[in-house]
T-cell receptor, first 112, second 113 residues
Framework: GESVGLHLPTLSVQEGDNSIINCAYS??????FIWYKQESGKGPQFIIDIRSNMDKRQGQRVTVLLNKTVKHLSLQIAATQPGDSAVYFC???????????FGAGTRLFVKA | SAVISQKPSRDICQRGTSLTIQCQVDSQVTMMFWYRQQPGQSLTLIAT?????????ESGFVIDKFPISRPNLTFSTLTVSNLSPEDSSIYLCSDLQGNTEAFFGQGTRLTVV
């Protein structure tokens, strides 16, 4: 079927390497940030989140880094696997808000 | 987390017709949202579906084109009216419970011919 992310920036990594996906956000009032993974034909799936009172948060094989000074968010995936191939979106929400606003997205392609 | 079911999962519609997409959540949720994802693009918020009142639309989206219903805390519909090929997109609903991540349905892929 049609693939999500045909026109998005692409990151290509070798299986087993670490991946770093970057995201810039624009709203300085945002205080909650989320990374989502979207596979073809599916809705976005939650990976990890971080609040603005933190600058780093680790999950299983994933780490999110937040730099509020330059409004930058990154997702690090350790030992990238073929199953990690997908489109990754950062998303933000502002303080007291409830709307989740999505960034541009990056397509991750893992070479076996 | 709530499980969100959308239907139809895909449809092909003639221009000038309308499509209604249903979103069912398996538990009561405070907030429900509708997004559009155009081919190769990110998700754009269409509106917040408010239970018991009119939906709140984002800039660029209007009720006449995207009427939304939310009759209770577990269900919402989005209608895409007067379809044109430019409406070909994936439409997704999501929910929010508390101040945590939003969860998404699997999406409805609409093709207008």
């Amino acid at each position: 079927g049609e693939s999500v992310g045909l026109h998005l920036p692409t990151l290509s990594v070798q299986e087993g390497d670490n991946s770093i996906i970057n995201c810039a956000y624009s709203n300085s009032a945002s205080d909650y940030f989320i990374w989502y993974k979207q596979e073809s034909g599916k809705g976005p799936q939650f990976i990890i989140d971080i609040r603005s009172n933190m600058d780093k948060r680790q999950g299983q094989r994933v780490t999110v880094l937040l730099n509020k000074t330059v409004k930058h968010l990154s997702l690090q995936i350790a030992a990238t696997q073929p199953g990690d191939s997908a489109v990754y979106f950062c998303a933000e929400r502002d303080s007291g808000g409830f709307k989740t606003i999505f960034g541009a997205g990056t397509r991750l392609f893992v070479k076996a | 987390s709530a499980v969100i079911s959308q239907k139809p999962s895909r449809d092909i519609c003639q221009r000038g017709t309308s499509l209604t997409i249903q979103c069912q959540v398996d538990s009561q949720v405070t907030m429900m949202f509708w997004y559009r994802q155009q081919p190769g693009q990110s998700l754009t918020l269409i509106a917040t579906a408010n239970q018991g009142s009119e939906a709140t639309y984002e800039s660029g989206f209007v009720i006449d084109k995207f009427p939304i219903s939310r009759p209770n805390l577990t269900f919402s519909t989005l209608t895409v009216s007067n379809l044109s090929p430019e409406d070909s997109s994936i439409y997704l609903c999501s929910d929010l419970q508390g101040n945590t991540e939003a969860f998404f349905g699997q999406g409805t892929r609409l093709t207008v011919v």
